[in-house]
């Protein structure tokens, strides 16, 4: 089966109305791999290859590939759970997952695993992403190449130190405090969750996964980590960390003041958004002060006197304590209850 989709078509931004109906035990439940290609030619067969029975559909996304990898899969490809999907132009790796999502949503699936082309993800571990979901323990999964020293050691030295300052970056803008390695492709959703994200802001291309991770928190979706290994074996990824850094970084921080607004102020007062705002006050207001003062001393050629040093390191001091009051709070935050088992009830 394929489809061919132009940009903007109502198969594209169809609102997710529907919830698929909850399978208990799992054992009925349809399962879709969704899996985004962009000169993926050279893997994509093999992946496909070792896709297990769990899954019941597979939809191969052709995100406008140079290499018409949507045409080779469906001359070489004789699998009938395989749905080959194109694009008339690149949407970026983001675009062309929620492509997916819709697709494998409509035909009445319950869990979508996405999974990239290049055959970096060992589908042998799709069934630890998806049992979390089935047993209603978690809305996402993803995989996590850092939960053990023996995990890492085929993964390159620069990913390893650019995964790490990324991790930090996500923890803070998504409020995830419990997850690690953000930029990890290999995940599994509920997509009852879908009906209650704003797809159309969520970034379509490499920031994809650590903007889903915000949007999730923001409608507080349990968010669970599988850990497994790095596999590299030659294949050439279409990400380069040295060139994402400094745009996720900028999205990150964006990300964090939004987090903060929406769900502290916005959507809830309690004693945290009052350590937060009193914090960032103090802080503040104290730094300013100590600023003026020391550039004022410094240009009259004078010592600033021990009491206006304190009145400028008093305030920051507090600010701090509330601050990090307010970070404790934000750590135990992290949601524990499933979108899918609360809609339930």
Same mark, same amino acid.
């Given at each position: 089966?394929?489809?061919?989709?132009?940009?903007?078509?109502?198969?594209?931004?169809?609102?997710?109305?529907?919830?698929?109906?909850?399978?208990?035990?799992?054992?009925?439940?349809?399962?879709?791999?969704?899996?985004?290609?962009?000169?993926?030619?050279?893997?994509?067969?093999?992946?496909?290859?070792?896709?297990?029975?769990?899954?019941?559909?597979?939809?191969?996304?052709?995100?406008?590939?140079?290499?018409? !990898?949507?045409?080779?899969?469906?001359?070489?490809?004789?699998?009938?759970?395989?749905?080959?999907?194109?694009?008339?132009?690149?949407? &970026?790796?983001? &675009?062309?997952?929620? !492509?997916? /999502?819709?697709?494998? /949503?409509?035909?009445?699936?319950?869990?979508?695993?996405?999974?990239?082309?290049?055959?970096?993800?060992?589908?042998?571990?799709?069934?630890?992403?998806?049992?979390?979901?089935? *047993?209603?323990? *978690?809305? /996402?999964?993803?995989?996590?190449?850092?939960? &053990?020293?023996?995990?890492?050691?085929?993964?390159?030295?620069? =990913?390893?130190?650019?995964?790490?300052?990324?991790?930090?970056?996500?923890?803070?803008?998504?409020?995830? $405090?419990?997850?690690?390695?953000? !930029?990890?492709?290999?995940?599994?959703?509920?997509?009852?969750?879908?009906?209650?994200?704003?797809?159309?802001?969520?970034?379509?291309?490499?920031?994809?996964?650590?903007?889903?991770?915000?949007?999730?928190?923001?409608?507080?979706?349990?968010?669970?980590?599988?850990?497994?290994?790095?596999?590299?074996?030659?294949?050439?990824?279409?990400?380069?960390?040295?060139?994402?850094?400094?745009?996720?970084?900028?999205?990150?921080?964006?990300?964090?003041?939004? =987090?903060?607004?929406?769900?502290?102020?916005? =959507?809830?007062?309690?004693?945290?958004?009052?350590?937060?705002?009193?914090?960032?006050?103090?802080?503040?207001?104290?730094?300013?002060?100590?600023?003026?003062? $020391?550039?004022?001393?410094?240009?009259?050629? /004078?010592?600033? *006197? *021990?009491?206006?040093?304190?009145?400028?390191?008093?305030?920051?001091?507090?600010? !701090?304590?509330?601050?990090?009051?307010?970070?404790?709070?934000?750590?135990?935050?992290?949601?524990?209850?499933?979108?899918?088992?609360?809609?339930?009830?």
């Amino acid at each position: 089966m394929q489809y061919l989709f132009a940009p903007g078509s109502k198969q594209m931004t169809s609102p997710f109305k529907k919830v698929p109906p909850i399978d208990e035990d799992g054992a009925n439940a349809k399962i879709a791999a969704v899996i985004p290609c962009f000169r993926a030619r050279k893997y994509i067969l093999k992946v496909l290859e070792g896709i297990g029975n769990e899954i019941s559909a597979i939809y191969v996304i052709d995100d406008h590939c140079p290499e018409n !990898t949507g045409d080779y899969v469906t001359s070489s490809c004789k699998d009938p759970r395989v749905v080959v999907i194109r694009h008339q132009r690149n949407l &970026g790796v983001g &675009g062309a997952i929620i !492509t997916g /999502y819709q697709h494998a /949503y409509n035909d009445g699936a319950i869990i979508a695993v996405k999974m990239d082309g290049d055959g970096q993800m060992n589908p042998s571990y799709i069934p630890d992403l998806i049992n979390p979901l089935l *047993s209603g323990e *978690s809305d /996402y999964t993803k995989g996590n190449r850092f939960g &053990g020293v023996q995990y890492l050691r085929e993964m390159p030295l620069l =990913r390893v130190f650019g995964n790490s300052f990324l991790s930090f970056c996500s923890k803070l803008s998504s409020g995830y $405090w419990n997850i690690l390695d953000p !930029t990890n492709g290999f995940t599994a959703i509920h997509l009852s969750v879908l009906s209650i994200l704003p797809l159309e802001r969520i970034s379509k291309k490499y920031f994809f996964e650590s903007d889903l991770l915000h949007h999730l928190n923001i409608v507080d979706a349990v968010v669970t980590d599988i850990p497994m290994p790095a596999r590299y074996r030659g294949e050439r990824s279409n990400l380069r960390i040295y060139k994402v850094v400094p745009e996720f970084l900028i999205k990150h921080i964006y990300n964090f003041f939004r =987090r903060l607004v929406v769900k502290y102020f916005m =959507r809830n007062i309690s004693i945290a958004s009052l350590e937060l705002f009193l914090g960032t006050l103090f802080f503040i207001s104290g730094l300013t002060f100590g600023l003026y003062h $020391w550039t004022e001393a410094l240009i009259a050629n /004078y010592f600033v *006197s *021990s009491g206006t040093v304190m009145l400028a390191a008093l305030p920051m001091i507090i600010g !701090t304590q509330l601050l990090i009051a307010f970070l404790s709070h934000d750590y135990q935050n992290v949601p524990k209850t499933p979108i899918h088992r609360r809609a339930k009830k």
